[in-house]
């Protein structure tokens, strides 16, 4: 049995959740409000405590285990709620190596540095005469000391050896300062100070931790305008969102996040009663990012800067380039890959533009309603773009709607909700003005491939599948995907193309399988490594040897029939697990939706919280999912080969 295992044989999952949520026991299980969203009228959320698992019927629609319940309620990463867990259950932990002891040592003495230099900022913007124009100009701002204490603003001397100084006499080692990023190093030897005659805004990952800071001309000759920490063993820009630790209440409690373009707007939206903004620090914003957004809410608006409105999207990918914060990296407006992020983290992403020449610190300190009218015009994604693109443009010019149908159909398919799909591309022949039937059989230009003719072979997948007889079907699938990431891609067309939804975390299990998981789509997401490497570098190496332990050694394919997975008779096989899988996943969430309908139906057991509009949404979501599983038994009863009993 494994740690995680044990662990959930011990944790009652009633008594974890019932601490902050009021639980009422409804036959064998439990239902209550959701604490993940507002709601005050249906408690559509339950607990199961048979299989351990909680699920919300409600707006968020979220699910998993006591692992997954408490790393949303708390924005605890695994490991902590691992750690959590285990000391409440009574579970003993492996110990540290000496190695991994002697790293997390370091990397606290690093963090105690950072935050040293944070009270040495915050000294001289406050109590020194050179910070008084600094101070002076962040008030001309509008930005109050309140506000410049709660994010802990600072100012970095005008000299090249004032912040190296003052660490060394606080018995921090030159190379400590090099490994945190506070000084740079000469080519003929030394360091001096990397931040200097610049605001400092400490940059905290989303427990409150000390990770960097990011920095803020004074001198309008001084480039680039903002200067991050560079990269380090506590700094990744890429995978931190600016501001999230005191924001991710605001979010939660609002049901929205708002992406803006840099730290003083966030700044500015906080103090104007905006607490739900976040930055990317002037990076493109990655599918990592959004999942530590997605954590408090799946609604999200990307608030672009005025100038994007203007620049035509690129016919390869859409990406809108806008000018960078940090001159190391180029920031995009990457529609395509929003799109399939939100298609994969079941998020609602949206945009708007600000008007004019404005900033949002500009917006809120002229009216602070035109930020929440705004935000409620925020546009989703296939709309802004194709705004983009018609702007200017004669509609009326055949080579015009031909363009633009080019660019944003590819869009349109790659939104994973089929309903969406269809009415986007009903509006898009209206807004072009023409027959919806030319878009309906639009296709992409392919080159043509050189067609595998299908072989006579046995049963392939189930002779590798049996190598392991204790290998649950979803294990297997991991196993497969840890292997050949890009097997997804194909999995996720042929469940398109039966009206359904991308595979996706909630397709499996448990919290460690949708980690696993979440890892193969982080490793697809990036082009600069092998996917079936990058995955264990984004895997938390706790979870490392259960991964390892899934995978499954597609060489004996050839050692069995003398196949390649690429061959149509076994594709056709390693799909029919997936599709299995999925069937599995609709049948368990219909018996919880029923079980749910029954609940609503019986008003001596919740009152009259429950509407009639309610109890019609619940059987209309029995009819989706009976007409899913319908669709799959169909697709699988035409498939050949062996196929697994679930």
């Known amino acids: 049995m494994s740690v995680v295992d044990e662990i959930k044989d011990r944790i009652d999952i009633v008594e974890v959740v019932s601490e902050s949520v009021k639980l009422r026991k409804t036959g064998k299980n439990y239902t209550g409000f959701c604490p993940f969203h507002p709601n005050t009228r249906t408690p559509a959320f339950v607990i199961f405590p048979d299989t351990g698992t909680w699920r919300c019927f409600g707006a968020c629609t979220e699910g998993g285990d006591v692992f997954g319940f408490l790393m949303k309620k708390e924005g605890w990463d695994f490991p902590e709620a691992l750690r959590y867990l285990a000391e409440r259950a009574g579970v003993e932990l492996k110990p540290q190596t000496s190695q991994q002891r002697a790293e997390e040592e370091s990397h606290h003495r690093l963090r105690e540095l950072l935050e040293a230099a944070v009270t040495f900022y915050r000294h001289n913007l406050f109590q020194s005469q050179p910070g008084q124009p600094v101070l002076e100009y962040l008030q001309k701002r509008n930005l109050t000391t309140e506000i410049l204490e709660i994010f802990e603003i600072g100012y970095a001397p005008d000299s090249w050896d004032a912040t190296r100084t003052y660490m060394l006499e606080r018995k921090y080692s030159e190379r400590e300062l090099i490994e945190t990023g506070m000084v740079s190093e000469r080519d003929s030897g030394g360091t001096y100070d990397r931040f200097r005659n610049r605001i400092m805004i400490p940059i905290r990952d989303s427990r409150g931790r000390i990770s960097g800071f990011g920095a803020r001309i004074v001198d309008p000759e001084d480039v680039p305008k903002f200067l991050n920490s560079p990269q380090t063993v506590l700094f990744d820009k890429g995978r931190m969102l600016y501001g999230l630790d005191k924001s991710k209440k605001a979010i939660r409690s609002s049901n929205q996040a708002v992406i803006v373009e ?199 997948i189930d002779a590798l599948a049996s190598r392991d007889k204790d290998a649950p079907l979803e294990r297997f699938c991991l196993g497969l995907l840890i292997e050949n990431p890009e097997l997804l891609y194909r999995i996720d067309r042929q469940l398109q193309a039966l009206q359904m939804e991308r595979l996706s975390e909630l397709d499996f299990s448990g919290t460690v399988n949708r980690i696993i ?66 069937k599995r996943s609709l049948e368990e969430n219909l018996s919880k939706i029923q079980f749910l309908l029954k609940v609503a139906e019986e008003p001596d057991q919740l009152g009259d919280e429950v509407s009639e509009i309610d109890i019609v949404e619940y059987k209309s979501e029995v009819q989706r999912h009976a007409l899913q599983k319908a669709r799959l038994e169909q697709a699988l009863a035409r498939r050949q080969g062996s196929l697994l009993n679930t």
């Open 262 to 460: 840099g730290y003083m707007d966030v700044i500015a939206l906080n103090q104007a009663g905006f607490g739900n903004a976040v930055s990317p620090m002037g990076t493109a914003i990655s599918e990592h990012q959004l999942r530590l957004v997605k954590r408090f809410s799946r609604n999200i608006v990307l608030a672009l800067d005025p100038d994007v409105a203007g620049i035509r999207a690129t016919m390869r990918g859409l990406n809108v380039a806008r000018d960078a914060l940090d001159r190391e990296a180029d920031p995009v407006f990457d529609a395509r890959g929003l799109l399939r992020n939100e298609g994969r983290l079941d998020a609602d992403i949206r945009v708007v533009t600000l008007p004019g020449e404005k900033d949002p610190d500009e917006v809120v300190a002229d009216d602070p309603e035109e930020w929440s009218r705004l935000l409620e015009k925020a546009k989703t994604i296939v709309d802004y773009v194709l705004d983009v693109l018609s702007e200017g443009q004669d509609i009326d010019d055949p080579k015009v709607k031909s363009s633009i149908a080019g660019q944003v159909m590819p869009l349109i398919d790659d939104v994973a909700d089929s309903v969406e799909r269809e009415t986007y591309r009903q509006h898009l022949a209206r807004r072009l003005r023409v027959d919806e039937r030319a878009l309906i059989n639009w296709r992409p230009k392919r080159n043509a491939r050189r067609r595998v003719k299908p072989g006579d072979a046995p049963p392939v």
């Open 517 to 582: 998981f979440q890892s193969i789509q982080q490793a697809l997401a990036q082009d600069e490594e092998e996917p079936a490497q990058y995955w264990r570098g984004v895997l938390d190496e706790s979870l490392h040897e259960v991964a390892e332990g899934m995978s499954v050694d597609l060489s004996h394919l050839k050692e069995f029939v003398g196949m390649e997975m690429e061959q149509p008779k076994v594709a056709d096989e390693i799909a029919a697990r997936f599709l299995q899988l999925r």
